[in-house]
């Protein structure tokens, strides 16, 4: 090893992680701070899976770390920037923006769509490192709730089936099954209890 490095430095070599120019910087994990109210940090990921013929899904899952809420555990066959921005909108017109949203470093996330909308929005991309899942660790326990109980419990006949089926979970997650982190209280329950504006408007 001491060999390699100074062969580089003596060829000057300067080979470095590419890091993407973004209009918003990733937040360093020194500057984490525990949550201290709904929409102050969101967490997203991806989960995949198949139909019953093989045909690939992809699941977009989106979580308050705060108020435990699941904004969103959206199905397609494919996702892209633009499709992520696509349900950051449709979700932040009903629950509001969150102040910053944690991510790990795919292609969907560090896309120049998603980077101008949390721009535009005023919204803190925060990036994990890479290969340190722990750096966005609830959302990766949320995403075996959702595997564990829900993609591995049914059997997906079509896309919209799959919709139906993530959305069902959803609807119970927020609106059914309380959680001992929040007082065993529902999402939605400890969302009213604290007087939040932004309370989902489903049913």
């Known amino acids: 090893m001491k060999r390699v490095y100074r062969l580089y430095t ?6 470095r992680n590419k890091r993407p120019k973004r209009k918003v910087s990733a937040k360093l994990r020194e ?14 990921d991806f989960l995949s899976d198949q139909l019953f013929d093989g045909r690939k899904i992809r699941v977009l899952t989106i979580v308050d770390t705060f108020s435990k809420i699941a904004p969103a555990v959206d199905v397609r066959q494919r996702y892209t ?6 349900t950051l909108e449709r979700v932040t017109a009903e629950y509001g923006l969150p102040a910053s949203i944690r991510v790990d470093n795919g292609p969907e996330f560090v896309s120049k769509d998603l980077d101008l909308w949390a721009y535009m ?42 919709k139906l089926k993530c959305e069902a979970f959803r609807h119970d997650y927020n609106y059914v099954r309380p959680h001992s982190s929040i007082g065993l209280k529902t999402p939605v329950e400890f969302m009213k209890s604290i007087g939040n504006p932004n309370q989902p408007t489903g049913s």
């Open 10 to 15: 003596e060829l000057g070599l300067q080979i």
């Open 121 to 162: 929005n005023g919204v803190v991309l925060d990036f994990s490192r890479p290969g340190k899942p722990t750096d966005n660790s609830f959302v990766e326990a949320f995403n075996g709730k959702v595997r564990a109980e829900c993609i591995d419990q049914n059997w997906f006949l079509t896309l919209e089936d799959a």
């Open 31 to 44: 500057d984490r701070r525990p949550p201290e109210g709904p929409n102050d940090v969101w967490a997203m």
């Open 81 to 86: 920037g633009a499709d992520v921005v696509a």
